[in-house]
């Protein structure tokens, strides 16, 4: 999927979406990238993936920094020290921090989890298991608009705000993950201090009621949101927003809402990419 802002209306075909997933995920690593396929509009509901059972638990002190690839092996990591308040203060360091092009997989993330994974360019989170997010499950800081970030797979619940924070440039691909007890699963920073154009694509998960929004991002910075193969459980209200747009800044202040839904530009999916039981 290209990252220019796009001014006409029409939803992407299948073929552009699947080759844009397939492009940022063989960045990854060939195993995930012959894996993951969007998902047909309209697939059928499964059931969610079971949480798995730690191997042991860790206490980490000091956040751990990841470069190449880091297996935890299903090990829970928790804070401690100073990491180990669980306080929701933005700022926080880290459990894990991954360099550029870095691989966390089968990690569990226990509580407290202080501000989970950082990633500091491309990066792939594949298996990872957040039991109680703390301030943010993953925070992503890459500042090349090449930037690729992977979460493949794992889950994520009990977070009060966000579960992950898209801060930096590029692309983000979110499949086979899910998530429940939730504020908002994807957020484009919407008053950081330095601003980019930001592309994320949320491809078969699995969302569970209590959540207030799946992806909000920035349409005056050209930011775009494409869901497919989303399954909704517990919402047949469906109070959760699937995509709400706001006017972000770079001042720090509190961004604009200016409106929620399927918009062919910003917003791109349609009432066939949700469902519902």
């Not at 930011?223 to 995509?243: E, M, Q, Y």
Request: aromatic share 8%; hydrophobic share 30%.
């Amino acid at each position: 999927m290209s990252e220019r802002a796009h001014t006409h209306r029409r939803r992407p075909g299948r073929r552009r979406m699947a080759a844009a997933l397939t492009a940022a995920l063989g960045l990854t690593g060939a195993a995930l990238a012959t894996n993951v396929m969007l998902q047909p509009a309209g697939a059928a509901t499964a059931a969610v993936p079971a949480w798995p059972s730690p191997t042991g638990s860790q206490a980490v002190s000091k956040t751990i920094e990841v470069s190449g690839t880091y297996d935890g092996s299903l090990k829970r990591f928790y804070g401690s020290g100073d990491l180990g308040d669980g306080g929701q203060d933005e700022g926080q360091d880290p459990i894990f921090k991954l360099a550029d092009g870095a691989t966390l997989k089968n990690v569990v993330l226990g509580s407290p989890a202080a501000d989970g994974v950082h990633c500091s360019g491309s990066c792939t989170i594949q298996n990872v298991w957040w039991e109680d997010v703390g301030e943010d499950a993953a925070s992503f800081k890459g500042k090349s608009t090449g930037s690729v970030y992977t979460v493949y797979g794992g889950g994520a619940r009990k977070a009060s705000d966000k579960v992950f924070q898209f801060n930096g440039a590029g692309k983000l691909v979110i499949t086979k993950f899910q998530v429940a007890d939730f504020g908002k699963l994807v957020r484009s920073c919407g008053n950081c201090s330095t601003q980019y154009r930001r592309s994320i694509i949320v491809n078969d998960v699995d969302i569970t009621a209590p959540g207030k929004s799946l992806v909000g991002i920035n349409t005056n910075y050209g930011d775009t949101a494409a869901l497919r193969s989303v399954r909704i459980h517990g919402d047949s209200s469906k109070k959760i927003k699937p995509c709400v747009r706001y006017t972000g800044n770079n001042t720090g202040a509190e961004p604009t809402e200016t409106g929620s839904g399927p918009d062919g530009t910003y917003c791109r999916y349609t009432a066939s990419d949700l469902s519902y039981d």
